[in-house]
């Protein structure tokens, strides 16, 4: 199983810009699948997650800004970001929670991209 994530990039504060990422190979379902972001210097921490049967909960700190959204046909989750601002720069990360073809429940990560706001 492989997530690709992409869209990232230097921005302006103020700015959007929207990622993507996509879950490949042999497994049964996605679960739920999510966003998280590292800052340096600090802990990886979650931006929104999406379970499979809708709904979404973000961080404080993006609520009203940030919208993740998901293709289960694509297998492909989303995340828009608006009006974003230096303190969202951080590597962000794509995470997937699925049961795989023995039905075995296995948490994946993507490669993580680069957001950089600029003031």
């Known amino acids: ?65 940030f919208t993740i959204s998901r293709d289960n046909a694509k297998n492909t989750i989303y995340l828009q970001m608006n009006n974003l601002k230096p303190e969202d720069t951080a590597v962000y990360y794509c995470n997937a929670n699925l049961l795989t073809t023995g039905l075995l429940r296995r948490d994946y990560w993507g490669q993580g991209t680069q957001v950089t706001v600029s003031s």
């Open 1 to 65: 199983v492989q997530l690709q994530a992409s869209g990232g990039g230097l921005v302006q504060a103020g700015g959007s810009l929207r990622l993507s990422c996509v879950a490949s190979g042999n497994f049964f379902r996605i679960t739920d699948m999510g966003w998280y972001r590292q800052a340096p210097g600090k802990q990886r921490e979650l931006v929104a997650r999406i379970p499979s049967g809708g709904g979404s909960n973000y961080a404080e700190s993006v609520k009203g800004r």
